[in-house]
């Protein structure tokens, strides 16, 4: 079956760095979904990706979508202590990545 | 908007007993919600698929005469975890999203611990 892997699985930084995650499927992916996930709660939406080479900007957040279809990252600029929780990437099967746990040293 | 809820936010049960978790849209209706469970620190699995009215999809590995999972509205789906036992201690989450879209609404999560 579809496989989704995603790196790191923790990441500490400290507060005004930069954070980055990977999300690698073992097929070609219609779409891929981000997903955060503060400490205790549920996953929230944060964004879709469809179209090959898709860069779509959220404030600090940066998404990409591989020119293949088959990866996709999400970067975050200057982290704030707001930004801890859980990262997931979701292929269009619901398959969910690992997580990529962020925390912060303010 | 696209409030989804869930009853109970936990439960305790004896091993044997049989447990009933409610996931509600609260302000939209549903046409799919989808159960997952969630074991501590680590992701999300996809349990089963249910569409108003049909019956549910389930994953390959999940059974589904153990978790019952009925969607008898566009607003409820309800999953019942039969017989419980410890190993099915975990915490379940629902979501809930609308017909043409993608984007998933989660609920706030069921955590069942089985004595």
């Known amino acids: 079956g579809q496989q989704v892997m995603q790196i790191p699985q923790y990441q500490h930084v400290q507060e005004g760095e930069d954070f980055t995650t990977y999300c690698n499927s073992s097929t070609t992916l219609s779409n891929i979904q981000w997903y955060k996930q503060r400490p205790g709660g549920h996953p929230v939406f944060l964004i879709q990706l469809v179209k090959s080479g898709e860069v779509k900007k959220q404030k600090r957040l940066t998404f990409q979508f591989g020119e293949a279809k088959k990866n996709s990252s999400l970067h975050i600029t200057a982290t704030q202590t707001t930004d801890v929780g859980t990262y997931f990437c979701v292929s269009q099967k619901l398959v969910f990545g690992q997580g990529t746990r962020l925390t912060i040293n303010p | 908007g696209a409030v989804v809820s869930q009853h109970p936010s936990w439960v305790i049960c004896k091993s044997g007993t049989s447990v009933k978790i409610e996931c509600r849209s609260l302000?939209?209706?549903?046409?799919?919600m989808f159960w997952y469970r969630q074991f501590p620190k680590q992701s999300l699995m996809l349990m089963a698929t249910?569409?108003?009215?049909?019956?549910?999809?389930?994953e390959q590995g999940v059974e589904k005469d153990k978790f019952l999972i009925n969607h008898a509205s566009l607003t409820l789906s309800t999953l019942t975890v039969t017989s419980a036992h410890p190993e099915d201690s975990s915490f379940y989450i629902c979501?809930?999203?609308?017909?043409?879209?993608?984007?998933?609404?989660f609920g706030p999560g069921t955590r069942l611990t089985v004595l």
């Open positions: 249910s569409n108003e009215g049909s019956k549910a999809t389930y």
């Open positions: 979501s809930a999203s609308v017909f043409g879209t993608d984007t998933q609404y």
């Open positions: 302000d939209f209706q549903a046409t799919t």
